[in-house]
């Protein structure tokens, strides 16, 4: 059997998803022998390939509409999509402008800053309109599976993966989803 190939996107978050992808440390020879990772962050490739990839992960919410693209073109071209991290389950803490008019949350952010000095917002064909809402994924397409944290753990990455490459569907309960340092 050849490798299954991987592709993921980072959409509205904070690569914490990513870093604890690496966090699986020596693993990750393991992985590499079993998979082969073609669009991701950490190959810099942008777009899963046309033909597909076995499992496609999505870090992060979808804020912008270029974002809500990314996130249908993942579920187009992979088998299995995983929403991985708080942000691409629930939305995260990037839905605290929810709570906010856009108009108010652009307003706040290039012109009322105590920092900014002769602020404007931003208006160029070349920069993505802001969706009204922060969402997960799982409110713009159909995900398969969620795997909470802020980050998920290195161990729960490592348990949702070699489950798949073992041709099974992870069962995420008990200890697998652990919070806090130490998984207290």
């Given at each position: 059997m050849g490798k299954i190939k991987v592709a993921s996107q980072?959409?509205?978050?904070c690569a914490g998803c990513h870093m604890s992808f690496l966090d699986i440390d020596e693993k990750?020879?393991?992985l590499l022998k079993h998979v082969e990772l073609s669009s991701t962050p950490i190959t810099d490739l942008k777009h899963p390939p046309e033909e597909g990839v076995d499992v496609g992960i999505l870090t992060g919410g979808i804020g912008n509409e270029e974002q809500e693209e990314e996130a249908k073109l993942m579920r187009e071209r992979c088998k299995v999509l995983i929403a991985m991290g708080d942000c691409a389950v629930t939305g995260g803490i990037c839905t605290m402008r929810n709570f906010f008019d856009l108009d108010e949350v652009l307003r706040r952010g290039y012109i009322e800053t105590e920092s900014t000095v002769d602020g404007e917002i931003p208006q160029h064909e070349d920069l993505t309109p802001l969706k009204e809402q922060v969402a997960g994924v799982g409110d713009v397409?159909?995900?398969d599976i969620y795997l909470p944290g802020c980050p998920p753990s290195a161990e729960a990455i490592w348990f949702v993966l070699s489950e798949l490459l073992e041709g099974r569907m992870p069962k995420l309960e008990g200890d697998v989803l652990k919070y806090g340092m130490d998984g207290e």
């Open positions: 980072w959409l509205e978050s990750i020879v393991e397409v159909d995900v």
